[in-house]
């Protein structure tokens, strides 16, 4: 499949808060309660289509224990998205650590990475431990576009994914990025804008290697 | 009176006598007549024919036209002796399917005995006795027929100038310098890779480093061929466009002559009457299919008469000597000639040295080599009985290890034998010992669990640490090969089983914890154990090795993955470059690989298999690493090729799971390890695990464990 850019994405948050349910009903539409858990990191790919143009959106679903912080923070690297996920339903264990995380990523991925902040699993309702207005609150503080979503009926999740990658489309638009260089997790594809790397990755059927 | 014994030993041959008279008139016919002048001449340096036997002979393919016959000779000079064969010159007749070049190169010029390590002596149903002659470099001539007999005396000979013993694990095998440990002798002399070091000295100390006694000693019978072609035959031109293939190729084949030299020092050491060998013969065919859908090369078209041959050493050596010789211009018709040998399978050597293969004759860097020696079939429960004594004791367990290296466990002996593997049971403990032990652990097992089972909720309020420790466990045992019948479905009581072991191990091992990681870790292990207290006891005894995986600092795993990019540095050194430019050099890629031992990359049954071979530490203790390298040297190609980055090769190594060929990589790893020998235990600090910590005080420094 073609795309006009693909962006990097990294979903970052404490173990079991549904980092990587909210990937598999992004990518595969269904909720499964039965996987193994991550260990390092997975990745999940999908098309989506920004102001008519076909975007690929390549994501990084990493372990949350702290004992794997070291290598997490390696996984930031040209990421031009983040998605920072919380559990509703656990006060003092997610939302509470959402500081710390945000201090990696600032410190490890680019500045200009787009970072969505996440309220997951508000199918939860009657066990919610933060209410939607501290989740607002703290966005707001930290400058992230904020929703609640849930893994296991979908609510939200297409457009927390897909207004992160509108909030970066636009960066480009804006002129933000220098979209040639890689380091801010977008390359360009067919379709894009022209730059130096246009084309590379571009499609399953370019022809064998170039042998540069 | 030793001497004497041995040489009786040696007359209860059925040619020893005839051969020994033999021996006397030939010795005689010398002196005498045929080379009369020469012991004249070399006399006067002090040289002597001490042995002289004809129509030794070499078998360099199956084809008997291409067979090298000549004189095979020990020469004494001052207080040293020689050893020679020198091929005969081509008769005028002779359909000259053998060039005098193939002659030149298998001459054996004056090698002092000294630099023998070992003979190993074939004596085949069918056929003449043959020896192979091991150097102490590791290397080792093609095996030599006598078609006249000659071998115990030769043996004999030699016994009189050298200190020759027989082995103690092999009454084939005579010692010439008996070192401590021949095959670690062997693979610290051995280089490591890099094509242009192979290129310049790694055959030269074979013929080159022998300095002839006598010149006159050659000559004679090959006309003046001499050692000049070994010394200066490397003409890589450096401007020379094809050079750079051609270093591909000589890189490729420095691992496989590396290999060959030791398998020919292994094929001393092995026992010939092993078990399994016999299983190897019934079924040639076990090692003949082509791995081509694994080896990353679907694309590539293969040769329709893609072979994978079992060669002998000697084979090996041949293509190694052969290849080193020539121009690239010559390299096609010498893969030709490779290609062409596989039928040839000597019994004795072929099952012992394994496999390689050559895909696509036209493409030298599409060439791929799968070698080490032929996986086993498991080993089952009849043949287990076999290393148990009277009383239950594993009574060499070395070899049990082995025979697991090899092959593996059937299911049903796992819960077994892996408690030995893993260091719950001593090998020399018997049944009933083993028995009364698990009673012992099992109260002690329930003690530990009781110390969380007792912790009241209004305790619980007031301790944190266990709260989260059980919150994570809760949340981790849910999401733990639940896909496996084992472990799913609601309420599957394996689940509970697998929290509260590991909830009682966080107990037992406070300052540890719990981890993720670890879950995956103890799931096989409830699996094959079934029972509670032994599954415990078992994970605590891997966790005394793998704890260092999970520590907060991630020191267990830094360490590995820095021992991984030397080991690489050292086997792949294009590919350690590749990393270093890229960036990849925290090996993070190999991340979980190496915390979960593979755990994520095959199906549970194989996985299980890998895992029973890693425990053995048969050929290391961190063989798990030889493996990572094997994984990574088979697809280095076309990590290179489409110049990964950190991000793609993260990728691409992840998506790798369930696409490795177990056996294959197996066999690519233990040809790696041997390969790499003493350099590679080099590069792995000590400590490493799942090495012991050198300092047991030391292994969980305190850490806090709260997830902020
Ligand atoms: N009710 C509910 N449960 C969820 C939701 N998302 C995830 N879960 C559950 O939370 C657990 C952890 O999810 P997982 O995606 O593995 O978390 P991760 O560690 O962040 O990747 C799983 O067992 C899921 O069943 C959600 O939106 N609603
Ligand atoms: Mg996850």
């Known amino acids: 499949m073609s795309y006009a850019y693909l962006f990097k994405y990294i979903i970052i948050g404490d173990t079991g808060v549904g980092k990587s349910c909210l990937l598999l009903q992004f990518t595969d539409k269904r909720f499964q309660p039965v996987h193994d858990l991550t260990i390092g990191v997975e990745f999940g790919a999908r098309m989506i289509t920004i102001d008519n143009k076909p975007i690929k959106l390549q994501i990084w679903d990493t372990a949350g224990q702290e004992s794997f912080r070291s290598i997490t923070r390696s996984y930031y690297r040209g990421a031009a998205g983040a998605l920072l996920v919380y559990d509703i339903t656990r006060q003092r264990e997610t939302f509470n650590h959402l500081a710390s995380w945000l201090e990696d990523a600032r410190q490890h991925a680019n500045a200009n990475m787009t970072i969505m902040l996440i309220g997951n699993k508000c199918d939860l309702a009657h066990r919610r431990a933060v209410s939607t207005e501290e989740g607002e609150q703290f966005a707001k503080e930290h400058g992230l576009i904020f929703m609640e979503a849930s893994a296991k009926t979908a609510q939200n999740v297409e457009e927390a994914f897909i207004s992160t990658a509108a909030t970066i489309y636009k960066k480009i638009q804006d002129g933000v990025f220098d979209v040639s260089n890689e380091s801010y997790g977008i390359k360009v594809g067919y379709g894009g804008i022209p730059g130096p790397s246009g084309g590379r990755d571009g499609s399953a059927s370019q022809a064998g290697g170039c042998c540069s | ?708």
């Open chain 2, 1 to 708: 009176m030793q001497e004497s014994a041995e040489l009786h030993d040696l007359s209860d041959d059925s040619d020893y006598a005839a051969s020994q008279q033999q021996q006397q008139q030939e010795l005689r016919s010398v002196v005498r007549t045929d080379s009369g002048k020469k012991i004249v001449e070399s006399e006067s340096e002090g040289a002597e024919v001490v042995f002289l036997k004809d129509n030794v002979t070499i078998h360099p393919t199956q084809f008997a036209s291409e067979r090298i016959s000549g004189r095979l000779r020990l020469i004494k000079q001052a207080s040293s002796l020689f050893m020679t064969w020198i091929p005969y010159k081509e008769r005028a007749d002779s359909v000259g399917a053998v060039t005098e070049k193939d002659r030149n190169l298998y001459t054996i010029r004056a090698v002092p005995v000294t630099d023998i390590r070992s003979i190993r002596r074939h004596t085949p149903t069918f056929g003449w006795q043959y020896l192979i002659i091991v150097l102490s470099s590791g290397l080792a001539f093609p095996p030599l027929y006598f078609y006249n007999g000659g071998v115990r005396e030769f043996l004999a000979t030699l016994k009189q100038h050298v200190f020759l013993v027989r082995s103690a694990d092999d009454v084939n095998v005579f010692l010439v310098n008996d070192f401590q440990d021949p095959l670690q002798k062997s693979l610290s002399s051995l280089e490591l890779p890099g094509a242009v070091s192979i290129a310049n000295s790694s055959s030269t100390p074979t013929f080159a480093n022998s300095v002839p006694p006598n010149e006159n000693f050659e000559g004679a019978d090959v006309g003046t061929s001499s050692t000049s072609q070994y010394g200066g035959r490397h003409g890589l031109k450096v401007n020379d466009p094809a050079r750079d293939l051609s270093i591909q190729v000589l890189e490729k084949f420095s691992l496989v002559t590396k290999f060959a030299r030791l398998t020919t020092s292994n094929i001393l050491r092995e026992i010939q009457n092993d078990g399994f060998l016999a299983n190897d013969r019934k079924k040639p065919s076990q090692s003949l299919p082509v791995n081509n859908h694994e080896t990353g090369l679907d694309e590539v078209q293969s040769v329709p008469d893609t072979i994978s041959v079992t060669p002998d050493p000697l084979e090996i050596f041949i293509v190694w000597t052969s290849i080193e010789g020539l121009s690239d211009a010559e390299l096609c018709p010498v893969k030709q000639k490779a290609l062409c040998r596989k039928e040839n399978q000597g019994e004795e050597a072929a099952t012992r040295v394994g496999t390689f293969e050559l895909v696509d004759c036209k493409e030298f860097d599409k060439i791929t080599l799968v070698w080490g020696q032929p996986r086993q079939p498991p080993l089952g429960s009849e043949e287990w009985a076999t290393f148990l004594d009277a009383e239950g004791r594993v009574t060499d367990s070395k070899a049990l290890r082995k025979r697991i290296f090899y092959g593996g466990l059937e299911q049903q002996i796992r819960n077994e034998v892996w408690k030995f593997l893993l260091g719950y049971h001593e090998y020399d403990s018997t049944g009933a010992e083993r028995e009364y032990l698990a009673s012992v652990k099992k109260v002690e097992y329930e003690t530990l669990k009781y110390q969380w089972q007792s912790v009241s909720p209004a305790q619980s309020r007031r301790f944190t640490k266990f709260r989260e420790r059980k919150g994570l466990i809760d949340k981790d045992v849910v999401r733990t090969d639940r896909s496996s019948s084992f472990y799913d479905g609601d309420d599957n009581p394996n689940v509970i089983l697998l929290r509260d072991i590991l909830l009682t191990y966080s107990f037992y091992n406070f300052d540890l914890g719990y981890c993720q990681g670890m879950s995956d870790l103890l799931s096989p292990i409830l699996y094959v154990m079934k029972d509670e207290s032994e599954s415990f006891w078992c994970f605590v005894a891997l966790m005394e090795r793998l704890g260092p995986n999970f520590n907060r600092d991630q020191n267990g795993m830094h360490s590995q993955l820095f021992a991984l990019s030397k080991l690489v540095e050292l086997l792949d050194s294009p590919l350690h470059n590749y990393f270093r430019q890229n960036d990849c050099l925290n090996y993070f890629f190999c991340f979980r690989w190496v915390l979960i031992q593979f755990k994520r990359e095959f199906d549970f049954e194989k996985m299980m298999r890998l895992w029973e071979v890693l425990w053995t530490h048969y050929q290391s203790e961190h063989f798990h690493l030889y493996v990572c390298v094997a994984i990574l040297k088979k697809h280095g190609k076309k990590i290179m090729g489409e110049e990964m980055d950190f991000d793609t090769l993260l990728k691409f190594i992840n998506e790798l799971s369930g696409q490795i060929d177990l056996d294959a990589t197996l066999r690519d790893a233990e040809a790696l390890c041997i390969c790499a020998g003493e350099n590679g235990e080099a590069c792995i600090p000590p400590g490493t695990p799942p090495s012991l910590p050198v300092e047991a005080d030391l292994l969980y420094p305190l850490q806090d464990d709260t997830d902020t």
